[in-house]
């Protein structure tokens, strides 16, 4: 599984499953075994994300900042509460963030309108170029990694790990932070509630995930293989 959800969020969701296998996460920024120890981590630089937090703060949008896959703010307002319940997890206020912050982090984000996000991201992107990864995953989370880093860039390292290629590797996705997966995928999945640039950039695009497309998809697979 590769996500944008932290280590410990994640975990929660694949364990009723008991699936066992190593999970990308924090939108490749970390990759883990299933157990939680990390096996791989890009975080953002410390004065680069300075810089960034900086930046969100002025324009208006107080970051999640996620260190050592904890989630700390310097204020809890509804948007993270609400963010701290749909992940299930802790949330720490820690006052001014700037002043806090004393090790690199593994990624931000900012939480708000889409629309007013849209617009964020457009003006932060070329004042980060080639410096920060900076994209949407759903419309009202705008995400901030390292320059680099994407779910691809932590597939690739899991498919060295592990021993597969890109040509054996079958993506879905449908946000705007899937992109770079479904590029770097042999055959790339859009579902059909996907963003307009992810259906654009996939090889096929399978019903919604209100129809289960994606299960729809492997388990066809899987029958043509019997």
């Known amino acids: ?27 490749g ?31 208006g949008f107080p970051p999640n900042v996620y260190v050592d896959d904890e989630l700390y703010v310097d204020r809890v307002t509804s948007e993270s509460g609400r ?3 749909f992940q299930e997890i802790e949330i720490h206020a820690v006052g001014d963030l700037l002043a806090w912050l004393a090790k690199a982090p ?14 964020l991201g457009a003006r932060l992107r070329p004042r980060f170029e080639g410096r920060l990864w900076i ?3 759903l419309p009202f989370f705008l995400e901030f990694a390292a320059e680099g880093v994407s779910k691809a860039s932590g597939l ?6 592990l021993g597969f290629s890109s040509r054996q590797t079958l993506a879905f996705g449908d946000g705007e932070n899937d992109l770079e997966l479904l590029e770097w995928a042999g055959y790339g999945v859009a579902v059909g509630n996907a ?32």
Do not use: N
């Not at 590769?2 to 939108?27: F, N």
């Not at 388990?219 to 293989?225: C, G, I, N, T, Y």
């Open 29 to 59: 920024a970390v990759v883990a075994e299933a157990d939680g120890s990390f096996l791989l981590h890009r975080p953002i630089e410390l004065e680069l994300a300075r810089e960034a937090i900086l930046a969100v703060v002025e324009a």
């Open 135 to 137: 994209s949407k995953s």
């Open 195 to 226: 963003d307009a640039r992810v259906k654009a950039a996939a090889d096929w695009v399978c019903p919604p995930v209100s129809q289960e497309g994606v299960a729809s998809v492997i388990e066809a697979l899987l029958d043509s293989r019997r």
């Open 106 to 119: 593994t990624k931000l984000v900012c939480i708000g309108d889409p629309d007013e996000l849209e617009e």
């Open 156 to 161: 690739a390292f899991l498919a060295g790990r």
């Open 1 to 27: 599984m590769a996500t944008g959800r932290m280590v410990q969020s994640l975990r929660r969701v694949i364990a009723p499953a008991g699936l066992g296998e190593p999970i990308v996460c924090y939108q």
């Open 83 to 85: 963010y701290a319940t």
